[in-house]
């Protein structure tokens, strides 16, 4: 099921994302993961329109959008292939249309899901926080 985010999922964001994370981002430092757990739970989820996945009353995923741009999209990885991410980026067109995010290059998985989805990769540039380089996608018509 997939449903608006409300206040009380924030720590399940959070954990998700750091489960995820582990997985999809090895190469970010412990510390860089801890500055941007604070980001997203003190500023960024305030910001973005934020859609949960839940399966069995249970959260596990969220994809979070601010204006066109996806700044992020995770899933316990439990639930990797299951289905939940495209239909949460199913959400996301529906709701905006053309959607642009970034992906570390050392990524793969996120990669690989996004490339299979129909985005297309832009520009590669250095993430200005983590300092990874990191591809622009898009999907749609802008």
């Known amino acids: 099921m997939i449903r608006p985010y409300a206040p009380a ?3 399940a964001v959070l954990s998700i994302w750091r ?3 582990a997985l999809a981002h090895p190469f970010l430092t412990t510390e ?25 009353g249970a959260p596990v995923g969220f994809i979070s959008l601010i204006d066109h741009e996806v700044g992020g999209l995770f899933l316990r990885p439990a639930f990797h292939g299951s289905g ?6 199913d959400r996301a067109v529906a709701r905006k249309g053309y959607l642009e995010l970034d992906v ?18 832009g520009e590669e540039r250095i993430n200005g926080f983590f300092g990874h380089p990191e591809i622009r996608m898009h999907f749609g018509a802008a």
């Open 9 to 11: 999922d924030k720590p």
């Open 19 to 21: 489960e995820a994370s």
């Open 32 to 56: 860089a993961t801890d500055q941007a757990e604070a980001m997203i739970r003190d500023h960024f989820l305030d910001l973005a329109e934020t859609y949960m996945a839940d399966v069995a």
């Open 84 to 89: 939940i991410g495209r239909a949460l980026m």
């Open 104 to 121: 570390f290059t050392k990524n793969s998985i996120g990669r690989r899901f996004y490339q299979s989805y129909g985005f297309t990769a």
